[in-house]
């Protein structure tokens, strides 16, 4: 350990205790896992110490191996001299005392100790799966033999955080300390109790006992469809079923050829960008450093529509007691009667507990006055989506609400300055919109008018966070930024089928590239005539606007989607699957008839590439015209509002995989043969002449 080392070696009387101080989660980065090695030898070595504490300075036990060094070429120690290997063979006990987080190789290395304890908030877990690889550190094997190969499947399938008092129920940690005990002490305390029981326990030495042989297949069929297309969750399955058939060394090493595949599969390298992508879009770079969002403890929401009620539900499940404001009393009743039945569904379902729904909803506060949430520190508006809707509550919120407090708009388009405008606080006021199920959708687009404090930008998108969104800045731009980038794949989807496309064709290519759902089926469970709106404001705004006739006419005809039993495709009473309708075939055959476009077929390649490659050219323009940060932020908005499929890395990223100059070509050559609404954008012109990767370019300075 040289002076600089993340690790060091505290001797306290007979105890040594090895800090690992990697600030800011203890990942195990550069020289960590050197640290505890040569800590570990220098305890073993020196005659005062009995026993050993491994321990994380900060805020966290260890976060995993550092997700940076993947994919580098960073060299590994063989199997046999990792701090896993070289803890498991201490002759001295090693106890971990774990607070924060113990995650993939930080749970690892607690598993190679002899013993663990943990504080009361930490939260333990095996997340590889989520960046696409499998635990390489031994977890595969460690925890079967711990928690049982059930429960093993279950958490390096999923990945999930699993909180302490489960985990020692699960049998991962031997004792959990009273709230509020010091950690440090506790855990000398325990080495010094522990210190001379010989033999010492090792995990690979305890036996796995396979109740049931058939939880790997069930597990393989119940994961089949969120781990399409992805390798990952199958190896950590044959990684688990290892830990269950072969001997302990055996099965390392089965792990390791594991992890070596997929180490820099293109699933592993997708996962790592989204995970970094996600930390990016946090950071304002253009605001002042020392800017701090504004703590909030009262919150209101206006409307209890869909949006409403499910922004309230947001708050309420992250622990806010908010209030909910409609005009009437009806439309109260019916929205906190949508938000009950909305808790009811995920009771039956087993994702939420009753008394936990009844604290839920305790914290949702129905309200029909102003003068009720005169009090608010944030109020979130998510009434009608019309200007002239909006306007006036603004202004009434202006004049009602603290003065202090900020004025939020879930608006999906509108212009947020025009909004900010109708108050004397314009520099309170910003765009959050949410994406519907708004308790459900991780997306929070923060939308910026130009007079927008820093202060309300930092609380607008701590404030997501805060509610378990993924917040993202956008610029006031119609649409803002996910639903401008998303509406031309919208148009193009139904292009398409002027030219001899059905909608289940489309929907297939895009399901099998990775969506849950294919866009059609999306637009009929959302509801046709909301888009149609749109459209019209669009068309009499702009005598260029492309129209969309085929889209029109099932309007026309009634054909709204599930609400009623026909959209894109046709749905029998009481159930959601969506069937291919003749009739719709023959609608839009008459329709593209009338138009006089030319039939003909397509590969799967050109329906996704037409959809996608649309959006990549507007998405090139928002950058060029300074309404977004980064390109990373476009494909954080896609994973988390649109469900892009996270193993694609998210539309830029995927762009990139095919290449700038291939994506301008074909861009250029659909320019030529359908006209202006391919025209290249100007940044995608200069990317690809310069062989930039999109997610390199420079968009301009945010306005
Ligand atoms: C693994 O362990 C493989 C093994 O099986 C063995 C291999 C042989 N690496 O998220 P935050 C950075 S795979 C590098 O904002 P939070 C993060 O980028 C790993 N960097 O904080 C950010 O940097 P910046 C298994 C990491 O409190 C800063 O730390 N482990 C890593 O909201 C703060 O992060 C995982 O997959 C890392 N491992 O959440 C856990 N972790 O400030 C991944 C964090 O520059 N990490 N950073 O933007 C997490 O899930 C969350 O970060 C955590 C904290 C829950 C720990």
Redesign the pocket.
Known sequence: MSDNSPVRLEKQGDIGVIVVDYP??N???PGVSEGIIDALNKGNADPDIRAMVLIGAGR?FI??????GFGTGRK?PPIGSRTYDVLDASAKPVVAAIHG?A????L?NAMACHYRIAVPSAKVGL??V??G?L???G?TQRLPRLAGPKAALEMITSGRHVPTAEAKQLGIVNEVLPDGADLRAAAIDYARRIADIRPLPRVRDLGVTLDDPGIFDATRKAIARRARNQTAPYRCIEAVEAACTLPFDEGIAREAAF?QELENSAEARALRYA??AE??VAKLPDLPADVKPHEFHAPAVIGAGTMGGGIAMSFADFGYDVKIMDATEEALNRGMERIRANYATSVKRGSLAQDEMERRLARIHPVTGYDDIKDADVVVEAVFERMDVKKPIFAKLDEVVNPDAFLFSNTSALDMDELAAETKRPDKVAGTHFFSPANVMKLLEVVRPSQASPETLATAMAMGRKIGKISAMAGNTDGFVANRSRAPFNSEMVILLEEGCLPEQVDKVMVDFGYPMGPFAVGDLAGLDIGAEGRKRRAAANPNYRKLPIADKLVELGRYGQKTSAGWYRYEKGDRTPHPDPDVAAIIKKVAAEMGVPQRDFTEQEILRRLLFSSVNEACRIMEEGKVYRASDIDVMWLHGFGFPRYRGGLMYWADGIGVREVYNQIAAWHQQYGERWAPSRLLRELAESGTPFREAKPAPFR
């Open positions: 800011p989660v990942a195990l980065g966290s976060a995993g191996a550092d997700i940076r590994r987080y995650l993939g190789g930080g690892e997340p590889e989520q960046i690889i635990p390489g550190g977890g992890f995970f970094f930390r990016e």
